[in-house]
C-alpha cells in the first residue's frame, strides 16, 4: 500500500509538470510576449504624439509678411526678434490670427454700439483684407508640413518641420520598428472642439456671442461667430501645444483656419513578435494636435489730445467730436509723409494725396479713433472705450491752452487718461508714409478751429507702412513712462504695463552709454536682442491738435510747410 502511494504521488508530479510545460510555460510566454508587444506600442504611440507636437510648435513659429497688417503668425511674438526687423532698423511684433480677427471683431462692435459708420467700414476693410491673410496663412502652413523650408521664424530662423519630425521619431521609437513612412498634413476640428485663446469682449452682453459659441470665456474655434451679420472663423490655439482628438479632425479647407496637425506613421517591425502572435508587421500610429499662441504683450500706442490755441467749448467729450452734427467744413486735405519724418528728417516732404469737403472733420475722428484703438488690439476693454468716449473733458479741467492729456491701454484693460504739462514726444511729427489731416471747420457759434490729426498708425507692415512700419514713435526719453516732468513713475508705469516693473528690463537714456544698446534685463541677465524703443513706454500712436481760431486763408502748419518748400 505505500508503494502504491508513493507510485500515486510520482504520477501526479509527472502530470502536473507536463501540463506546466506544455500549457502554462507557452501562456506564460505568449502573455510576456503581448505585454511587451503592448509595451512597445505605447512607446510608438507616445513617440508621434511627439513627433506631432514638435510639428504644432513648428507652425506656431512661422511668420508671414502681410501687406495689410505686417508680420502674422498664429502666435503672438513681442517687438524683440531678429527676423522681424523695419527700415529704421529695430525689431517689429508679430500679430496672433485670432488677436487680430479679435481686434476687430471687437472695433466693429465698438462701431455699432457708437453708431459709427466710418468705424463700421473700416472694421469691414480690414476684415475682407484679413480673408487674403487667411489665406495665405493656411498656405504657409500647409507648404511648410509638405517639408518647404523656405518659411522663418520671428529670430529669422528657418523652419524645417519635416526635418525635425524625422529626427525626433528616429531617436524615439522602439529600436525594433522601423519607419515606413511619415505623413504631415493641416485641417481643423469639427464639434468646435479645442480652445482659440481669445477672450470675449468685456462686457459679454455687448459682445454678440451666445453661450452655445463660448469656451468658457473664450470663443470656441472653427464655428462661425457672427458680429453685425459679418461672419468670424477663430483658429484652434491653447496656451501651450497640446494633444487632441485624432477622429475629429477635417481635411483642410479654405473656410478655415487650419491649424491643426495630423501626423500619421507607419512602422514596420522588424522582431520575430509579429510572426509569434500572427500580427502583421505593419503598424499605423496618428496622433493630431492643437498649436500654442502666445499672449499679446507689450504697451500699445498712446493717443494725445491737445488745445494749442484758445478751448473751444461746444467740445466738450469723445462723443462730440465723433457726432455728425458738430461740424460743418470748410475743407479737409490729407497729406502724406515722404522720405523721412516730417519734420524731423532734413529730407522729408508732405504731400497733399486729398483734399475738398469731404470725408467731414467728425468723419476724421471716427477713421482715427479706430486707427488708435486697432494698434492696441484687444487690450481695452468694451466698457473702457464706450466711457472714454463719453466722459467729459471739462472733469479734468480739459482745454487749457498747452495742456497734454494722454490717453494709454492699462494692462487691466482700462483707459487711461491723464494730463501732462510737458509733451514726451516729438512735437507736430507725422512718421514716414504716414498721414496728416488738416480740418478747417466750423462749429456752433461761429467759432471756426483748425484740428490737425496726425496718424502714426494708419499704414501697417514694411510694405505700406514706412520706415517705422506703422509703430508708435518713442518718446524723446524712452523711459519717459517712469518721469516726473512726464507725471510718470515706477508704479503709474507698472499699472499701464509699462517701465521696469513690467517689462523687467531697464532704461538707459540718450545721455547714457552702454555696449549692449538702449536696455538691460533688470535680473542682470543677457538680452539676447534690443526691443523696439517704444516696446518699453509706449509710443505716439496719434496725435490730435485743435488749433482754436482758424486764421482767414489757411492753417499754420500748412503756412510752415510751404515757407520751408516742403
Known sequence: MKKNSRNTKGNVLVMTTVVVCLVFVPAFILVSQFGLFF?????????TDGACLLAANGISRIVINDPHFGYVSLSNCPPTGAGTIAVDGEPLPVISINTLLGTIRQNMIVAKELNNKAME??????????????SELNKAIANSLDGDTS?????????????????????NLPANVKLQSVSLSSGWLNDADGSSAVKIPEPSQLAQVPDSLKRGDEYKPFINIPCNGKDFHFAGLGTASKVVTATKFKEADS??????????????????????????????????????????????GVLTLRFSGEHVAPLSSWKDLLSDNTFSDNKVTTYKSFYGDYPLDSTARMYVTKSGAGPNTSRQFGEHFYYWLRNGNMRPKLASVLNMVNESFNGLGFGQKDEIYTYEFASNGTISRRVLNSDPFPVGTTAHLQEQVIADTNIANGINPVIIFRNNVRYLGTTYGGNHAGQPLPGKNVAWCELPEFNGNEQIAKLLGKGKLATQLIAFDNSDSIQDGTFAKLNGGELSAQPRKSYYSGGLAMDIEIGGLAPKDTSPPVVSMSRSGR
Do not use: W
Open 39 to 47: 509595451v512597445e506600442r505605447d512607446k510608438a504611440a507616445n513617440a
Open 121 to 134: 467700414e473700416l472694421a469691414e476693410t480690414d476684415r475682407q483684407y484679413a480673408f487674403a491673410t487667411i
Open 151 to 171: 518659411y522663418f521664424d520671428a529670430e529669422g530662423d528657418m523652419i524645417n518641420i519635416r526635418k525635425e519630425v524625422d529626427a525626433y521619431l528616429a531617436a
Open 255 to 300: 473656410n478655415h483656419i487650419n491649424s491643426i496637425v495630423r501626423l500619421a506613421i507607419v512602422v514596420n517591425r522588424t522582431d520575430s513578435i509579429q510572426s509569434d502572435l500572427k500580427i502583421h508587421p505593419e503598424v499605423a500610429y496618428t496622433s493630431c494636435c492643437q498649436p500654442y499662441s502666445r499672449k499679446d504683450a507689450g504697451p500699445k
